[in-house]
């Protein structure tokens, strides 16, 4: 018997793998390329592809979901009909937190570069303590060639415009950053405040002997 194993060694070899891939309309492909990789190098013990487009005809004929089954065929799979990224990383989040509440969880998740910084920001705010997460990115938008294509531009346009509702929701869920915002805010206001009444004891005419 090892006198050295632990309870702390037991937590770590119970851990469950867990694979979630985001959908991303043109980006969906090459998402998938990546997602075989890892199921074939990692085995996770399920994986989640969240979005509409798993579950649609792609322009092949081909639904993805489907395609992604005949290649890893041993994995367990679900899907959903999630038509946004918030609503994605919610569903998900519920899902785990249902299926795995009483153990700890590592997240592979997959989606393209220019995606994660969001995704990641929804999707571990709703994500239970039990999970860690590790990220995955394919590689689809650089900044050589962002501006290439109209689409890649609208795609780049989309991710900084959901940025104006995503960040107030990842703040939200975070209490304490969201703790920390106001703070901030509030200290701007009152150096504001303070800088204003400086600038006007400073021009106030100064009065006479």
């Known amino acids: 018997m090892n006198p050295f194993f632990g309870a702390a060694d037991v937590v770590i070899t119970n851990i469950t793998l867990v694979l979630v891939v985001f959908s991303g309309g043109p980006h969906t492909a ?7 990789q890892i199921v074939q190098s990692e085995r996770p013990a399920i994986v989640f592809l969240t979005g509409m487009e798993f579950t649609l005809a792609d322009e092949s004929g081909q639904v993805p979901a489907e395609h992604f089954k005949t290649v890893v065929p041993a994995i367990e799979l679900t ?6 990224t918030l609503a994605s990383c ?16 590592r997240v ?12 990641r920001w929804l999707f ?5 303590r039990n999970c860690t997460v590790t990220w995955h990115t394919s590689d689809d938008i650089t900044r ?3 501006r290439a294509t109209e689409r890649h531009r609208r795609l780049i346009r989309g991710e900084v415009i959901s940025w104006f509702y995503c960040g107030p929701i990842g703040l939200m869920i975070r209490p304490a950053w969201m703790l920390l915002a106001l ?11 303070r800088g204003r ?7 106030a005419p100064s009065s006479p002997p």
């Open 197 to 203: 009444r400086v600038r006007a004891r400073e021009t």
């Open 124 to 128: 571990e705010a709703f994500l239970p």
């Open 79 to 84: 899907t959903d009909q999630s038509s946004t």
């Open 90 to 105: 919610w569903h998900v989040a519920a899902r785990i937190r249902s299926l795995y509440s009483d153990k700890p969880v």
């Open 30 to 36: 090459p998402r998938l390329e990546k997602a075989v």
């Open 144 to 146: 050589a060639n962002w």
């Open 108 to 119: 592979l998740a997959v989606t393209s570069n220019y995606h994660a910084p969001r995704a």
């Open 183 to 193: 703070a901030g805010f509030l200290a701007l206001v009152l150096a504001r405040k």
